[in-house]
């Protein structure tokens, strides 16, 4: 088997897919809370 020596891995992909991931939950959570006041100042 194969010495694994740390920090040797290219993690350049599994950045960018991180990257995308909290872009996408930052802009649903932003979505919501617009939605959330639409429906409090419109649909009450």
Request: negative net charge; proline residues 0%.
């Amino acid at each position: 088997m194969a010495e694994h020596q740390h920090g040797t891995m290219d993690i350049t992909v599994q950045e960018k897919v991180y990257a995308g991931f909290l872009t996408f939950i930052t802009r649903s959570c932003i979505a919501l809370v617009f939605f959330a006041l639409f429906l409090a100042v419109f649909a009450s």
